[in-house]
């Protein structure tokens, strides 16, 4: 399942990365692209399927503790 490889691929971002701050919006976005275009061959052009794992991806990085609720709640669609 291409989402659960996603995923793993995040974990392994993350865990590359130095978390003593926390993450910002334009560094959420660079590792999303970068996840996105490995694993979205399938998706391409398909908006509606972009912002839904914009969001997954956002909750995923609150629920690790990589961005703060405020963030995780204000930050909009950038696609």
């Not at 914009?54 to 990589?66: E, H, P, V």
């Amino acid at each position: 399942m291409p989402f659960l490889r996603m995923m793993t691929l995040l974990e392994d971002l993350l865990t590359q990365r130095s978390m003593t701050k926390k993450m910002t919006k334009a560094q959420a976005i660079k590792d999303f692209r970068v996840l996105y275009k490995t694993f979205s061959h399938y998706r391409r052009g398909d908006v509606i399927a972009k912002q839904q794992e914009w969001g997954t991806f956002t909750d995923s990085l609150c629920k690790a503790g990589l961005i703060t609720l405020k963030q995780y709640e204000n930050w909009g669609q950038p696609f």
